[in-house]
């Protein structure tokens, strides 16, 4: 028998991955963007591939730049959101392909870039900001440039544009000189101009009858915002907004100059863009998405609360019926909750003419399921296959389905249905072959196992062990703990953490286990264990680790005298707490990690993250924060630290990990700190990502099987 191949860090990077995909109106083709390496540039490219399920072939669209967006517009004409490479300063554009051959079709050139957009009538919808509002000239040359902290007003700008317009003006563009263009209008509209204030648009949902759009907002762009939402719906006819707009803006320049006055009146006149109507619905209200026939909305909502750790549901409002009251706070009990056999946290819902479809975490499964609107919920058979839910899935109005999906013995594949949801064989056909590249390749065996916590609760987790296992040899052990809480690692054979931050197919070729916990506050559990953490953070967490240990042990299969964590975000604050407070741990790894919740109140960007998960304000009782703070054991702490963490991250501010590094410096415990130039929360650099698991791989070798540690050595790791 051959030995396989173990991979390295830089073969599993380069690896890539499909990362988003959509599916055509009649379902026989889907467009999927492939993420791949670009290493001397160091960046990740994003490319569109089309596959032709009649044709049976795949074949590149886009051979430049990165693409973050794809929509169908028919069935032979795509449209992408794309920002190319040399055009730095203009960011992501609107392209389309005709007949999915070809140069792309250049849409807009919205100053600084656009950030989505969606299909509307006979043009798309696409959400920016408006450079106006965004750059505030007049500011700047008077005071010079400074923030309002959590008080500066929103530039979030909701446009559309006519493509047949705006087709010609760019064709009458190439046939006139520079000053005769002045004299010609672009076919764009600002929709949300009808708004009273500068809102931040979160969202926004265009109605499938193309006369209505309805809107989910926020007082602000900073998150501190995030209770402060708002509803709203644009009733519009599109063809006749664009063309009053154009008439109006052609009679203006028609007009001397002696009539600007009168203009500027005429200018505030916006009855042509349609009406705006405010929904009265309870704040942290969503619109999901409308029916196929446009009278009803799907919603979601927390009914209890909305606490951060409160579970959401799907909810159906019937306008037809009850139009006459959205603008009542009467209107939420004519909310209709679909998805109450659940108790899970539905994702990604979609409203198509055979059902609503949405995805949820279940255990270490995720699963694509649909529900009528009286609530049955039907879960679709993906034979065997766990849905890559944080990718999401596509489904056509016609009910044919494309999803991303893997399994304990596969990597990620990209399937799509032959059959519409209507049936209960739905005829899965893999569009990728990603497997057939990685099948030499070492991965170990995972599998899902369960265990009771120091209070009774049900863990589980998902263990990776060598491929040559031995149950009667103990082996070291390593934890990765995910981030959130609300978040869960599901029973797949490579996830990407596992390639751009911890190296766990590295470890099992080199005799460690890894185990991922699904700790309290993980999703895919229900309510009550979302909230299990509440009031006991890292606490409670450190119940699930060690009782993780202590079930292992048993088992005869781990060294409890090598034993490390690892986590990023929320997984790297766990890891810092049970370095401080646990003697149990030979070594941790912390990836942007909280030290102390009062450092962490007073500086990231959702300040209600601790006020509701530590019930209150450290201003005022400082009790809690000090309990589950990593920081609170500093004078006990022995275990080194690997500490990781992005430069301008938000989330967890960079003083947590200087905190915890001159914290534990002063009391002779050995720390590294690695600071990521340039980076925020995520890392997202392909070299920088190449560094990040390096440094864990070459720090848990060190601790745990006793290899040399030189984290700055730039040579690639032994096979």
Known sequence: MSTKHKPSTTELITLGFTTNAKISPTGDKVAFISMKPDWNKNQYERLCFINDKNEDKTYQLTRSGSVSQIEWINNDSIAILKHEANEKESGNQIYIFDNLIGEPWKVTNHKNGIKNFKLFAQG??????????????????????????????????????????????????????????????????????????????????????????FLNCRLRDDLVYISETSNYCIKIDPKKAIDIYLSKKKEKKDKNKKDKEEDKKEEEDLSYLGEIQKYAFPKETYVIDSSPKGTKLLISMNERDNMF??????????????????????????????????????????????????????????????????????????????????????????????????????????????????????????????????????FGTIETIRWKSKDG????????????????????????????????????????SEVLYYPSVQFANKGILTLKVNYRGSIGKGQAFLELNKDNLGVGDLWDLESAIDYLDKKGIIDTSKIGCMGWSQGGYISAFIGLHSKRFTAVSVGAGIADWYTYHICNDIPQFTTHYLSGSPFRDRELYEKTAPISKIKEAQTPMLIQHGEVDLRVPVANAKELYRGLKEMNVHVELFIYSGMGHPITKPRENRAIVHQNLNWFSHYLIGEELDLLDEKEEEN
């Open 457 to 496: 609760t049900e863990i589980e987790g998902v263990l990776r062990k060598p491929s040559n296992f031995d149950p009667k040899k103990k082996y070291p052990l390593a934890f990765i703990i995910h981030g959130g809480p609300q978040s869960f690692d599901p029973e797949s054979l490579l996830e990407y």
């Open 124 to 213: 798309l919808l696409y959400l920016a900001k408006n450079p106006d509002k965004h750059e505030k000239k007049d500011r700047k040359n008077k005071f010079g440039s400074y923030v309002y902290f959590e008080h500066e007003k929103s530039a979030s700008a909701l446009y559309f544009v006519d493509l047949e317009k705006m087709f010609v003006y760019q064709k009458e563009k190439k046939n006139k000189t520079e000053d005769e263009t002045k004299d010609l209008v672009k076919p764009i509209i600002e929709l949300s101009k009808l708004l009273e204030e500068p809102l931040s648009i979160l969202n926004y949902i265009p109605s499938k009858q193309n006369d209505a759009i």
């Open 309 to 442: 750790y409160t579970q959401g549901d799907y909810w159906i409002l019937d306008l037809a019926k009850w139009e006459d009251l959205v603008e009542s706070e009467e209107i939420a009990d004519k909310f209709v909750k679909i998805t109450s056999e659940l108790d899970r946290i539905p994702f990604g819902g979609k409203w198509v003419s055979d059902g609503i479809v949405f995805s949820y975490a279940d255990g270490t499964k995720s699963k694509i399921a649909k529900t009528t609107e009286t609530g049955k919920i039907t879960v679709l058979d993906l034979e065997g296959y766990i849905h890559k839910m944080y990718s999401g899935f596509d489904i056509s109005q016609s009910g044919y389905l494309c999803f991303l999906g893997n399994t304990a013995k596969k990597i990620t594949e990209l399937f799509v249905t032959g059959k519409s949801i209507k049936s209960s064989n739905l005829e899965l056909k893999q569009i990728t072959n990603h497997n057939d590249e990685v099948k030499t390749w070492d």
